[in-house]
């Protein structure tokens, strides 16, 4: 069975820029959540979505967005983007809620902000 | 709120054992345990479910005290393949957010 994808794998932008990562989850995954990993900061959560509808969502600000579409495959925007934005982004499909269940982290999408 | 683990890095020879703590100031449905090698994605370990649930996998164990809302991750005997940061993460229920901590870097030298 096929991992986690995400594309692209690798980013450069600049500020006021805006961008759009997507990730494929395991075939048969309901749930994906998107984190933003920055050293020292760990993985910090960004939303999760599940058939298609936010269940939850962290700390960011307005700028971060995402979807999900019907065959569970998500995409992340971030507009105007910020040098701080510089991060790997995460994404993790799970069969159910990923409070509760195994989460297969992708390979990422790092993204450089000048 | 982000659970906190300590120590935040350990230095390990081979063969030593080691713990990683893991404490919440919420109440905790479920604590994962992931572990996470330089340029790649985390990969799964274990969770937990219920208070006072202990799991392992050969020299990898964990446990969840859920009066303490404490989580420790136990490895013992350390193989140079332990090496990497590991993250525990956080539940308040089953369709509630995953939330992890800033990590522990485990070193495990010859």
């Known amino acids: 069975k096929a991992g986690v994808t995400q594309t692209p794998r690798y980013l450069i932008k600049t500020r006021g820029q805006q961008v759009t990562l997507s990730c494929s989850p395991i075939?048969?995954?309901?749930?994906v959540s998107w984190y933003q990993q920055t050293p020292g900061q760990g993985l910090q959560f960004l939303f999760e979505?599940?058939?298609?509808?936010?269940?939850n969502k962290g700390n960011f600000p307005g700028r971060f967005s995402g979807r999900q579409f019907s065959n569970s495959r998500s995409e992340m925007n971030v507009s105007t983007l910020e040098l701080g934005d510089s991060a790997l982004y995460l994404c993790?499909?799970?069969?159910?809620?990923?409070?509760?269940?195994?989460?297969?982290f992708g390979p990422g999408t790092r993204l450089l902000v000048l | 709120q982000q659970p906190v683990q300590s120590p935040q890095a350990v230095i390990l020879r081979e063969g030593e054992d080691a713990v990683i703590n893991c404490s919440s100031s919420?109440?905790?449905?479920?604590v994962h345990w992931y572990r996470q090698k330089h340029g790649e994605a985390p990969v799964f370990l274990m969770i937990l479910l219920k208070g006072g649930e202990q799991k392992g996998h050969e020299k990898i164990s964990a446990s969840f005290n859920e009066k303490k809302q404490q989580s420790s991750l136990y490895l013992t005997a350390s193989q140079l393949s332990y090496s990497g940061t590991y993250f525990c993460?956080?539940?308040?229920?089953?369709?509630?957010?995953?939330?992890f901590g800033k990590g522990t870097l485990l070193t495990v030298n010859p």
């Open positions: 075939s048969g995954h309901r749930s």
């Open positions: 979505y599940f058939s298609e509808t936010q269940r």
């Open positions: 919420k109440a905790l449905y479920s």
């Open positions: 993790a499909s799970s069969w159910t809620s990923g409070g509760a269940d195994t989460q297969y």
């Open positions: 993460g956080g539940s308040g229920g089953s369709n509630y957010k995953l939330t």
